[in-house]
């Protein structure tokens, strides 16, 4: 005799997630097009072969038991399972043909973006891809509303309840104050962050979180906001501003570095704490992603667990990286 998994056909699992979502044996016949003589013979199939009973009547409804309730949540898992093959089989039949619409706020995992987009690539050559720019409250409208398939961006509380999910991929970053090449502070003793205001500045647009965060660094220094300033969020525009002119900005510390090694920027001692929301992958709570969403965030995800210490919960404990910016 075979064992249980062996009996348990998929009709089985059809059936008895219909009555468990109906509570009616002629209603789920009707939805299953059969007689309701084959819903009973299935559902008497699959408890003798469980050796357990499944249902019961609570009035002129049958419910599930607590060995109903596992196997309907289990079958639920299952049949979710199936249809994601059904759907993955189908993309690699056809090369992966299809759109992905990503949203990008977020600059500090760049690596792990670029590392995910080419895994996706090298298995769905034909699909294509479009990378958005934007302010995260924009993106996630946008995303809420079907417009985009995932984002990836700083994963605030606030802007994502209750709604939205997603995966931390990266910590947030320090920030290292830079400045162009050649500036005055660059070779300025004992800098200071209050030496900065006399200077003028690229800082991001005030709607973006690290703006945010910056401005309440700021406050907490009991400095008031730099007053000659240019806003963007373009990089590539704060470069060429910052190669035109004489200005003060923000980096992520590793971009800093790498701009720094490029001879695009020179680097200061003055460091900003990382901002408290982590940087993550973002997708509808309630929504299932698309196949291609949903290999290209698995990809991301597992990723980033390979190669940073982001948690699996959040939010983790943050020490003070005072020490670590002596030899930064």
Known sequence: MGSTTDRIKLRHLRTVLTVAGCGSVTVAAQRLFVSQAAVSKTIAEA?????????????RAIVPTEAGLRFVRAGRRIAAEMD??????????????????????AISAQDLLVKAIAQLKER???????????????????????????????????LLAPDLVGGPVALSEHYRV???????????????????????????????????HFDAFMTQQSLSQPVRSIETNSIQTQLRLMEAMPLVALAARDMARQWAARGWV???????LPQPDPIGIIWPAKVAPAPLARF???????????????????????????????GD
């Open 47 to 59: 408890e003798a072969a469980l050796g357990t009973q499944l249902f019961e009547r609570s009035g």
């Open 84 to 105: 994601m093959l059904s759907e993955d089989i189908g993309l690699l039949a056809s090369g992966g043909q299809g759109l992905l619409r990503i949203g990008l706020q």
């Open 124 to 158: 769905y050559p034909e699909t294509v891809i479009q990378l958005r720019d934007g302010l995260l409250p924009g993106l996630l409208l946008d995303l809420r509303a079907g417009s985009l398939d995932l984002v990836m961006g700083r994963m605030v509380p606030a």
């Open 178 to 212: 830079v400045a162009s090449p050649g500036h005055p502070i660059l070779s300025q003793p004992d800098l200071q962050w209050a030496d900065l205001l006399a200077y003028s500045w690229c800082l991001p647009l005030k709607e973006t979180p690290i703006r945010r």
């Open 266 to 272: 020179g680097l200061t001692p003055l460091i900003m």
């Open 296 to 326: 290209f965030r698995d990809r991301l995800l597992a990723l980033a667990k390979g190669e940073s210490a982001v948690p699996d919960a959040w939010p983790p404990a943050l020490t003070d990286p005072a020490d670590e910016t002596a």
